[in-house]
């Protein structure tokens, strides 16, 4: 799939169903093509509550990214963003019956092949972009995530669990569509086996079974088997592209992680748009030929033919 320059859409409705996962109540969602570039709204059938996927309209972060305006709260909408975003689909009016969207199996892959069977179209005028121009950073504590300057959009992600069984894992792609359907969206949601009752007592994952979550356990994961060696990390990816849809526009830049997660992915949008002076509108976005490994120490890296 080729790199789109113009605006897009999908070329048709699309309707899923399912139940939530944190929830556990049944939800629908509609996907509109929209005429001209508007960005991605949600609208809360229910109520007629249009929510702008933007950061600032962010809430709560607990184990998912939710939208709130006007007392209505849209959750869990990572997934879906991350699949869009990921196919270069950035401009789509997305109606849902309830207060959190389906979790499917828990990976971006049904919304991925829902919108290529629908197909997407370009809209008039030239899709633009945000660069960064400067390094800008957010931490909390030993977790941090960055965004630095880059010809494309290449994202760089290391996550460290406690435990033998999932531990230390990182990978970095730089993405297009090709790679995100490839290499991130089928990653599933995951979490540690010990944590799962205290989520529920917190009204949390009341949806969640090994249908739709990689659970790890002390000798590994619980799951008949994993879709990829390094499926945490690669959801991890997955949720960041989701939450970077809360830019609003799709970013060129190096993105580097480090234990981070929805709170995080989400104050860098923030801090992004709080600072205009490290980033610039541009309509150019070709990939740079270089291939960067992890140096966590600095803020740059070597780079080596592609």
Not at 33 to 46: D, N, R
Not at 94 to 121: M, R
Not at 130 to 145: F, H, L, S, Y
Not at 265 to 292: D, G, K, M, Y
């Amino acid at each position: 799939m080729p790199r789109s320059t113009t605006p897009q859409t999908l070329s048709r409705e699309i309707t899923i169903s399912g139940h939530g996962l944190h929830g556990n109540r049944p939800c629908s969602v509609r996907l509109v093509p929209v005429a001209e570039p508007t960005g991605i709204l949600f609208v809360h059938t229910p109520t007629g509550t249009a929510i702008p996927a933007r950061a600032d309209l962010a809430g709560d972060l607990v184990l998912a990214t939710t939208l709130v305006k006007d007392g209505v709260r849209l959750q869990t909408v990572e997934h879906l963003l991350s699949a869009l975003m990921g196919l270069e689909v950035e401009h789509l009016r997305i109606e849902v019956d309830a207060e959190e969207l389906p979790i499917l199996d828990g990976s971006a892959a049904p919304w991925v092949e829902a919108i290529l069977q629908a197909g997407v179209k370009g809209l008039e005028g030239r899709r633009r972009f945000m660069k960064i121009t400067q390094p800008i950073e957010v931490r909390n504590g030993d977790r941090w995530i960055r965004a630095l300057p880059y010809d494309g959009l290449r994202l760089r992600y290391v996550i460290d669990f406690p435990i033998p069984a999932l531990g230390r894992q990182s990978r970095e792609l730089s993405l297009t569509p090709d790679k995100y359907r490839r290499e991130l969206g089928a990653a599933r949601t995951f979490c540690l086996a010990q944590e799962i009752d205290m989520m529920r007592a917190r009204g949390l994952a009341l949806g969640g079974s090994l249908d739709n979550a990689v659970v790890f356990g002390a000798d590994g994961p619980l799951n008949e088997s994993l879709r990829y060696e390094d499926e945490a990390v690669r959801h991890k990816m997955l949720d960041l592209v989701g939450d970077l849809a809360l830019l609003g526009a799709p970013l060129l830049g190096l993105v580097e992680a480090h234990a981070a997660g929805h709170a995080l992915h989400v104050a860098l949008a923030q801090a992004i748009l709080a600072a205009p002076s490290c980033w610039e509108w541009t309509e150019e976005a070709e990939p740079a030929n270089v291939r960067f490994f992890f140096q966590p120490a600095g803020l740059t890296a070597a780079a080596q033919p592609a």
